[in-house]
T-cell receptor, first 113, second 112 residues
Framework: NAGVMQNPRHLVRRRGQEARLRCSPM?????VYWYRQLPEEGLKFMVY????????ESGMPKERFSAEFPKEGPSILRIQQVVRGDSAAYFC???????????FGPGTRLLVL | SQELEQSPQSLIVQEGKNLTINCTSS?????LYWYKQKYGEGLIFLMM?????EEKSHEKITAKLDEKKQQSSLHITASQPSHAGIYLC????????????FGKGITLSVRP
């Protein structure tokens, strides 16, 4: 059973460009969570999605950030007009149900030049 | 909002030694998770504790939850270089398990 997959593993963008981060949950998992790990800071919750629905986006910045988890395909975290402060490691986690353990992917390391 | 404080911030031990690290919550714990992260990699799930007094072990790692103190400890027996990494505790502060709050992590180094 493959684990949570994220791609790309590393992403370099110039200021003002768009970044698209993809997350494929573990087989049988329909709950996806996105977290961000900034340098020298802990892991911070961003958004929780279930197939086609955003359940909790209380950790998402108000502007430029959006997330989706379509019926088919991976979950996407989209950052528009990236700024240097967006440079971080973005982790995706998945679980089979809301009450069960979240399993994390390897992360996408975003560097904004 | 819930905050998790982990101590010590970092730890260097000689191979073969035992060690204990802690995670203290500012609020009631509904679930406490321990993960391990290698530098530059993802988080590996270690254990989850839900009930006060609960204790779980996996190989040489034992985790305990003290509900009254809102604290969890992770004990490693006879440490090995493979135990090196960053240990993160995460907590479900709402009971809904929709978002976990994490501590800043404890960096463990094991000297051969």
């Amino acid at each position: 059973n493959a684990g949570v997959m994220q791609n790309p593993r590393h992403l370099v963008r110039r200021r003002g460009q768009e970044a698209r981060l993809r997350c494929s949950p573990m087989k049988g998992h329909s709950h996806v969570y996105w977290y961000r790990q900034l340098p020298e800071e802990g892991l911070k919750f961003m958004v929780y999605l279930q197939k086609e629905n955003i359940i909790d986006e209380s950790g998402m910045p108000k502007e430029r950030f959006s997330a989706e988890f379509p019926k088919e395909g991976p979950s996407i975290l989209r950052i528009q007009q990236v700024v240097r402060g967006d440079s971080a490691a973005y982790f995706c986690a998945s679980s089979p149900t809301r009450q069960e353990t979240q399993y994390f992917g390897p992360g996408t390391r975003l560097l904004v030049l | 909002s819930q905050e998790l404080e982990q101590s010590p911030q970092s730890l260097i031990v000689q191979e073969g030694k035992n060690l204990t690290i802690n995670c203290t919550s500012s609020k009631t714990l509904y679930g406490l998770y321990w993960y391990k992260q290698k530098y530059g990699e993802g988080l590996i799930f270690l254990m989850m504790l839900q009930k006060g007094g609960e204790e779980k072990s996996h190989e040489k790692i034992t985790a305990k939850l003290d509900e009254k103190k809102q604290q969890s400890s992770l004990h490693i027996t006879a440490s090995q270089p493979s135990h090196a990494g960053i240990y993160l505790c995460g907590a479900d502060g709402s009971g809904a398990n929709s978002k976990l709050t994490f501590g800043k992590g404890i960096t463990l180094s094991v000297r051969p």
